[in-house]
């Protein structure tokens, strides 16, 4: 356990121990102390999972907050991918629980035939949603469900030409309004550049699948994003390099943390020289008390600096073995 920590400023374990969260205290010692820990479903009844589920609507999804219409945008379907999001990342709940069951239930019944999960971007595709919709269900216990691996197939047909991926329609000039009127959706320009937002959303899918991580398309993509550390994206959405240091937990977007945890699961090391500068700046983020400071993203949650440097440490733990 001590090599990780000897390439840090600071031990950021006593900290994170003393942390007043049971949930959070259950994944610091499952992940980063290697102790011995009860079932996670000792944390399924924590009210904060009550609260969360009483929300639930009985078609399994959750209502999006805001009075927004709805006649083209399916905004319930994102507010369903938020809140499982929190629920599988932050209380392991997992396909065991009817909560889990009835809101994939949900999700796969936004699945086309094509194999996307649409709606957020109205009748356009939505690489970056579709994959991380899919990233949650393989959490979720549905790996090996012919579902998933359509959603895989369909994300696999949209690469862009040089292996990453873009949202179609920024392929194109296009405004954004406008796109909606099209009742079926555009396909990339593939001879367009990725977006790094974009891939980084699609590579967590791809890295939370236990064989899909080591194809040789989520390597070329890794390898891409690799390249992009810190600079701006070639599109309009989140363009700025600045977003590359905004995090938030569950992962949401794109940012140095989650793609680092998604290169590290699959099988990239520390000697990759650009994830060896990541590294480097994060080392520089850190505070005497082993927290890091960075940037916080949709930051609800009073404890989400914990979260985030629980997933950097994991970073840490997975690339310093």
Excluded at 137 to 160: C, H, M, P, T
Excluded at 171 to 184: A, D, F, G, R
């Amino acid at each position: 356990m001590g090599n990780w920590l000897e390439q840090l400023n600071f031990n950021p374990l006593p900290f994170l121990l003393s942390v007043d969260n049971k949930a959070l205290l259950y994944f610091v010692r499952r992940d980063l102390t290697d102790e011995e820990v009860e079932t996670v479903t000792t944390l399924w009844d924590l009210p904060q999972v009550k609260k969360e589920i009483n929300r639930q609507q009985t078609d399994g999804a959750w209502k999006y907050p805001a009075n927004k219409e709805q006649a083209k945008e399916n905004y319930n379907l994102l507010e369903t991918f938020r809140v499982l999001g929190h629920l599988v990342e932050k209380y392991g709940l997992d396909n065991r629980h009817p909560a889990i069951q009835r809101a994939a239930d949900y999700l796969f019944s936004c699945q086309t035939e094509e194999g996307d999960f649409r709606g957020i971007y109205g009748t356009q595709y939505s690489p970056n949603y579709s994959a991380a919709i899919t990233e949650l269900l393989i959490k979720a216990g549905y790996e090996n469900d012919l579902r998933i691996e359509k959603s895989f197939e369909w994300l696999l047909s949209v690469r862009q030409d040089d292996g990453g991926w873009a949202i179609p329609i920024r392929t194109h000039s296009i405004k954004w309004e406008e796109t909606l009127k099209y009742p079926t959706p555009l396909q990339p320009v593939r001879s367009k550049p990725f977006s790094h937002l974009v891939t980084g959303m699609v590579m967590r899918a791809f890295a939370a699948h236990p064989t899909y991580r080591h194809s040789e398309p989520a390597k070329v993509a890794g390898v891409l994003l690799s390249s992009r550390f810190f600079e701006s994206d070639k599109y309009v959405d989140r363009r700025d390099k600045s977003y590359w240091e905004e995090t938030s937990c569950p992962f949401f977007f794109t940012d140095i943390v989650s793609v680092l945890d998604s290169l590290s699961l699959m099988g990239f090391t520390k000697d990759n020289e650009q994830i060896g500068k990541a590294l480097d700046r994060l080392r520089g983020r850190q505070f005497e008390n082993g927290l890091f400071e960075i940037k916080l993203l949709k930051a609800k949650d009073k404890d989400s600096t914990y979260w985030s440097s629980l997933a950097i440490c994991r970073v840490f733990k997975r690339l310093y073995k």
